[in-house]
């Protein structure tokens, strides 16, 4: 098993000299995984074995626990060269870190035994419900967007305990983890329009004991962490938020390289002039490039600050999270302008499928969707500049 230097500079060269290591293998399993509506297998061996899916497992549990600037690098050049594995990865690496993280010692024993590091599937929505039976729950429910669930062991959902409440009279939301071999899989994802190689197919339990060594809490505004360092204390709204606009970024730059070589190298059937003597893909190609360096550079110089906060003892707040969040999907947003204009001016040539162009413009806009609660991010955002009252998780 590959191990992590400790020191920051040196952990992130090894990661991302290790993406570079994969990318071939990554780039040609971009079509296959849409096809099998799965992520390819040799996909999932590459980011296995080449550590991908430790990025976030705290390092006492034999992960990399990135810090928060490394993790987007690396999600960000793994797009580049395969949406469909940087969202699994994405995915993945939250699923196995909660779990590290936070589960107690004997959920750790039955996870982790052995010193293996299994993989892992995640989805927030607390779709589930939960009744306490003597040392443990009655579990039931359907879950949706469990990305990458066909090469997971683990399977982990959101779930509401019934007749429980936290210290603000809300009730309690805990995670259920549960082996990927006890749920049912429901093959509902081959007709979505992006996204298709995720797999991210819905899985539903019926009336499942499960221990409560296999249950945590991801306390929304203040974690508990039982191992890790800094990040971990990140609220989870903040924590995962980083990773979608990391995904997004990385997909729009290539779409934009893509463009920029079919504007360099081709000239089509019906047109006077290539598309590099136009000059108005030569404004769309500068305009995009600025935005994109523009929005990355935003989310990292904030979570750079975020980070030293954390390490200072400094948690973040409501307004932390919200601007965090707005920045990321103001990322995203700009990831989706850019590929969708990739793909009108590639023309001809990114319209037929399999065209990676195609591709990225179906599984960019897909993104968009799975962050539903973009319009609250930037609400909340500007009530927080305005000092007005807010929710920041509503």
């Excluded at 997971?152 to 995670?175: H, Q």
């Excluded at 948690?315 to 850019?338: F, K, N, Q, W, Y």
């Excluded at 023309?347 to 539903?372: F, K």
């Amino acid at each position: 098993m590959r191990s992590f230097p400790k020191e920051r500079d040196a952990k992130r060269k090894v990661l991302l000299d290790a993406v570079d290591g994969i990318s071939g293998t990554l780039r040609a399993s971009g079509a296959r995984s849409e096809e099998l509506i799965t992520l390819a297998p040799e996909a999932v061996d590459a980011l296995r074995t080449s550590g991908m899916f430790r990025l976030k497992l705290a390092a006492e549990m034999g992960g990399a626990e990135a810090d928060p600037v490394t993790e987007m690098l690396v999600l960000e050049t793994l797009a580049y060269h395969d949406l469909t594995s940087a969202w699994c990865t994405m995915v993945g690496a939250t699923g196995i870190a909660s779990l590290g993280t936070f589960l107690p010692p004997a959920g750790i024993e039955r996870v982790f035994g052995g010193g293996k590091i299994p993989t892992a599937s995640i989805s927030f929505f607390p779709a589930g419900r939960a009744k306490r039976d003597g040392d443990g729950f009655r579990v039931s429910g359907r879950w949706r967007f469990n990305s990458g669930i066909r090469h997971s062991e683990w399977v982990l959902g959101g779930t509401i305990v019934e007749n429980s409440e936290d210290a603000s009279g809300r009730p309690i939301v805990m995670f259920s983890a549960f082996p990927a071999k006890d749920v049912t899989l429901h093959d509902n994802w081959s007709g979505v329009t992006g996204l298709k190689g995720t797999g991210s197919c819905d899985f539903s339990i019926d009336n499942y004991y499960l221990p409560a060594e296999l249950t945590f809490v991801w306390d929304l505004l203040k974690p508990q962490p039982l191992r890790g360092g800094p990040s971990y204390l990140f609220p989870p709204f903040s924590y995962v938020a980083k990773e979608h606009g990391s995904v997004a970024i990385g997909a729009a730059r290539r779409a934009l390289d893509e463009l920029i070589q079919i504007a360099t190298t081709t000239r089509g059937t019906f047109r006077s002039s290539k598309l590099d003597e136009r000059q108005v893909v030569h404004r769309f190609i500068a305009q995009a490039d600025i935005k994109l360096r523009a929005a990355r550079a935003l989310m990292h110089e904030r979570y750079d600050r975020l980070y030293d906060d954390v390490v200072a003892g400094h948690l973040p707040d409501g307004s932390d999270i919200a601007d965090v969040r707005a920045i990321c999907v103001h990322a995203t947003e700009m990831a989706i302008e850019t590929a969708t204009l990739a793909y009108h001016f590639a023309g001809n040539t990114g319209l037929h499928h399999p065209h990676i162009i195609g591709r990225l413009l179906r599984d960019l806009n897909t993104t968009g969707i799975h962050q539903v609660m973009s319009d609250t991010a930037y609400e909340n955002h500007g009530q927080f500049r305005l000092g007005l009252p807010a929710n920041p998780l509503a």
